[in-house]
DNA sequence: GTGACGTTATGACGTTGGTCATAGTAGCGG
DNA sequence: CCGCTACTATGACCAACGTCATAACGTCAC
């Protein structure tokens, strides 16, 4: 799929993306600097020119950008939903993914959890991007959350349920080869999230699907 | 075989037991066959001699006990439930992490999880190890809900939802160095899960069981 | 033009990885 | 003693990685 807005960008900013595609599907360990460069069309002296930190800086922003990414995504999701209810939302987060496995099989996951779990092949500060990159996620769907109608109090800790059991379940999904853990935690969920609205929401069944392509492809 | 050797465990399993701790704390790409033989005491040479398949063979058993040990676990808590409840048996899963991380730090994740996410570091027979050892978790935790009295067409369902969240939260941990997505996870779950239970729960007789202790380690 | 600077391009170095090949050691039946 | 088998131990290879060093190619200022 070629996405229109990365061409534009220039060579810097196309090779913290391409790091964040390859972490997605290889590893943060399994991908090479050259890789990076080649994916990204990029010389290999340009690699050393704008991330003079090595490979570390270029996973950390990569991390951090995938993070901004999944944060934008949020608000988009939010203004496309007919229904702002929190179940709507979570579906619509996780259709995001079960339509890329359908299309493309369960190759790849979220590169934030990708350098998470890689923590050796990366110094401490990844980690810390790792976590500020959950926290610019966190965040949007927490905010969401609240202008839905739910409790301030719950409105983080249920953003943390939400992202925990969706990258759970693409964990899972990756395993098995299928989106079916994605469905299932989608629909095992939704009621939870509805009831943590105000009781004279009125409960509306399924959200219909609003489309939303903008093109770019995942983090 | 030759046993007794070293009170009763062989070589063969010191190497397979070593390589889950070694990919959980530092990811598969980045756990060296060496660093195995070092961390099992184990000669090299052993290596190839146990698992001529190289390193794939040795990851697959790893993950593949990995998950056989996190389904005795699961059988272990249900037994050593107070409260046969599904949110208990959930409470006692995450505490599981929860204790660790608040003794040792949030280093170390699940393996299954790392040879989930470095796909690219072992072979496609990885993904299918990883999908049996998710296969071997989930199927007592379902089998334990329908135990409880959860509907047997919402027990895996929410068995997955229960490992997703799970490892989600243990994703998130790690990143932000603290257990509180643990305990956030378990504490918002907790009532959807009680829920699947019919009206009147039956309170069960508890069958009496010493404290889980095997001297076995995290996996 | 000339120089400087931001970028691109490539070769080389040192390290580390997994794997192979080959010794070496213990136990045991003859 | 010998030969056999299971296991241990170690050195050698090749490939790949990240990084460094250096040179060439732009494009402006002057």
Known sequence: ??????????????????????????GVGATGMRDVAAHAGAPRGSL????????????????????RYAGRRVARFVAALAEPTPSALFAAMVRQWTDEYEA?????????????????????????AAAAAFAA??????????????????AEPLATLMISSLEGA??????????????????????????ALPPHHPPHPTPDRSPDHDGTPHP
Request: aromatic share 4%; hydrophobic share 40%.
């Open 1 to 26: 799929m070629t996405e229109g807005r990365d061409g534009g960008r220039g060579p810097r900013e196309r090779m913290v993306f391409s790091t964040a595609q390859l972490i997605r599907r290889d």
């Open 170 to 195: 693409i964990l899972m999904a990756r395993a098995e080869g299928g989106a079916d853990p994605l469905t299932t935690v989608a629909r095992e969920l939704a009621p939870l999230l509805d009831a």
């Open 104 to 128: 493309a099989g369960a190759v790849g996951g979220c590169p934030v959890a990708a350098a998470t779990v890689d923590h050796a092949s990366c110094g401490p500060s990844t980690r810390e």
């Open 137 to 154: 996620w966190r965040r949007p769907v927490a905010g969401a959350l609240a202008d839905m109608g739910v409790p301030a109090a719950r």
């Open 48 to 67: 050393q020119h704008y991330f003079p930190g090595g490979k570390e800086q270029l996973v950390n922003e990569a991390v951090a950008w995938a993070g």
